[in-house]
């Protein structure tokens, strides 16, 4: 539809809301506006509009602005006092005037009832420019909240994050369509929940169309969660407890699935490290650690690729003991390298010393065969340390460990 088509119809240009559930009640916390052109025979997204340079920054405003100020009256009706309303701009038209009629309309409705700290506004990552940082802060000292939205999609400004300073992030979930998400691409969306919880950001998974976006939203600290599977856009506001039976059983499976995961984690580090500690304890005769990773070799087999004894330091005492096809292969090569830069890597060797304990690590892709595999590490004794690769193929067929 031709741009001055809209801009000269303005009547029939309406907002529509899309729900926002919360991760605690499994209700409605607040609604997304989205713009619509709605006419006789035709209802068209105005989201390519909003997005269209080429179209004047003036017509792009004003349609805008149309869409806010019908929501917030909508908004100042809803007897709702804790729904947030969220609200899309480009950061560049919000510069044109330093964010003054932005925020002049949202202090308008102040006396109706929508108080600035009822909104968030949504500013993409792929607009945040380096001088926008003063108009963020300026919007915050009247209650604004800010969310950066796409982040799971466009993340090419994710330095920027940490001097905004969003209260919100929103991660799209529109690649993670089924449960076939690549490793890796499945830990860059769980490194970006770590990082929203560091600079004490909520996150608001959005775009989730399937119960496995859900669960994996749900698994990764998302607190807020939208999308299609959950609501479509409507041209009006609807119950807040309109889906709580439905999320709150989803969620409740959710919980007994994460449980019995955690269940075989814990039963793996326990058959683990009592089939050690008996094999430790049968070899402990053999004083090298060569030797000693040779004899625990024969019984790893279909368990472990890699085996390698370390001090408290992180320097590795021992060759790598190595599975290539049928037997075991020492590597010299590893002998005196340093681990310590590895993450976790001292903390976990002061928990063994500690616990007396073998651990279980996450999940990780090894940087030399590319394989999702965990590490098994156990005490030898207060100054040596043995670490274990475990094989994919033998935590694939551990029920929730792959």
């Known amino acids: 539809m ?16 899309q729900p926002i559930f919360n991760a605690e009640e499994h209700k409605i916390m607040g609604y997304e506006i989205l713009g619509r052109y709605v006419g006789k025979n035709e209802e068209i997204s105005l989201g390519s509009f909003f997005d269209d340079d080429t179209i004047p920054e003036e017509y792009r405003i004003e349609v805008e602005n149309a869409v806010l100020s019908k929501a917030l009256e909508i908004a100042s009706s809803a007897c709702e006092e804790d729904l947030l309303w969220f609200v899309n701009r480009d950061a560049a038209l919000l510069m044109m005037d330093d964010g003054e009629g932005f925020l002049q309309l949202i202090l308008s409705y102040q006396d109706k009832g929508v108080r600035p700290d009822h909104i968030v506004l949504e500013i993409s990552d792929r607009h945040v420019q380096s001088h926008i940082e003063h108009l963020i802060n300026y ?36 690649s993670l369509r089924s449960n076939n998400g690549g ?21 608001l998974f959005e775009n989730i169309e399937t119960p496995y976006q859900l669960q994996f939203a749900w698994k990764n600290g998302g607190r807020f969660y939208q999308g299609f599977y ?3 856009p409507d041209h009006g506001l609807v119950d807040k407890e309109i889906l709580k039976d439905k999320l709150k ?71 790598n003991l190595y599975k290539a096809g049928n037997e075991w292969l020492l590597q010299p090569e590893y002998e005196n390298k340093n681990w310590s830069w590895r993450p976790y890597f001292l903390e976990n060797i002061i928990r063994m010393r500690g616990g007396k304990k073998g651990i279980l690590s996450d999940r990780y892709s090894d940087i030399e065969t590319g394989e999702v595999i965990r590490t098994f590490s156990l005490p030898l004794n207060e100054k040596e340390f043995l670490f274990v690769d475990l094989s994919a193929s033998f935590l694939h067929v551990r029920e929730g460990l792959f």
């Not at 001055?4 to 907002?15: C, G, K, M, Q, S």
């Not at 909240?145 to 991660?171: F, Q, T």
């Not at 769980?190 to 996150?203: F, M, P, Y």
């Open 2 to 17: 031709d741009a001055l088509d809209i801009l000269t119809d303005l009547e029939h240009v309406v907002p529509y809301f």
């Open 139 to 174: 919007y915050k000292s009247y209650g604004i909240k800010i969310a950066m939205d796409k982040v799971g999609s466009e993340s090419s400004y994710l330095n920027r994050i940490a001097g905004i300073e969003p209260e919100i992030l929103k991660i799209d979930m529109s």
């Open 249 to 319: 059983g989803e969620i409740h499976g959710f919980i007994l699935s994460e449980k019995k995961r955690l269940q075989s984690f814990y039963d793996l580090r326990l058959e683990l490290n009592s089939r050690f500690q008996e094999l430790i304890s049968k070899y402990k005769k053999e004083q090298n650690p060569s030797e000693l990773l040779m004899a625990l070799g024969d019984r790893m087999d279909g368990i472990a690729f890699r085996m390698y004894v370390c001090d408290e330091d992180g320097f590795q005492l021992s060759p």
């Open 230 to 232: 959950l609501k479509r």
């Open 183 to 203: 490793p890796a691409y499945l830990d860059v969306l769980h490194s970006l929940s770590i990082l929203a919880r560091k600079i004490g950001a909520a996150i």
